[in-house]
Nanobody, 120 residues
Framework: VLLVESGGALVQAGDSLRLSCADT????????MAWFRQAPGKEREFVAA????????NYAEAVKGRFTISRINAENTIYLQMTDLKLEDTAVYYC??????????????WGQGTQVTVSS
């Protein structure tokens, strides 16, 4: 598993943005996938998770109703559609693969991260 994120950008508050995470190792199927984020000076935190067959999803309260996680197993890719972005969404966003949960240590595979900056 080799995860590569893309799509991070500088946007304005209220804008939308879609992040992608591709597994170039092509062993994607069977893993739960998640997005975490780390803001400057803060601990990395859970954002959203999706299980391998897309039946289950889970979101942090801070993003519920604004962010949507999805995956296309045939393309070894997951997405994070973000809408109504807020200043507090500014962070480095990481995708991760492992066991379905909100807890970092259950995810064995991590990407390098992509920067999302929301300006006023």
């Amino acid at each position: 598993v080799l995860l590569v994120e893309s799509g991070g950008a500088l946007v304005q508050a209220g804008d939308s943005l879609r992040l992608s995470c591709a597994d170039t190792g092509r062993t994607f199927s069977g893993l739960a996938m998640a997005w975490f984020r780390q803001a400057p000076g803060k601990e990395r935190e859970f954002v959203a998770a999706i299980n391998w067959n897309t039946i289950r999803t889970n979101y942090a309260e801070a993003v519920k109703g604004r962010f949507t996680i999805s995956r296309i197993n045939a393309e070894n890719t997951i997405y994070l559609q973000m809408t109504d972005l807020k200043l507090e969404d500014t962070a480095v966003y990481y995708c991760a693969g492992g066991s379905y949960s909100t807890i970092e240590r259950t995810y064995d595979y991590w990407g390098q991260g992509t920067q999302v900056t929301v300006s006023s």
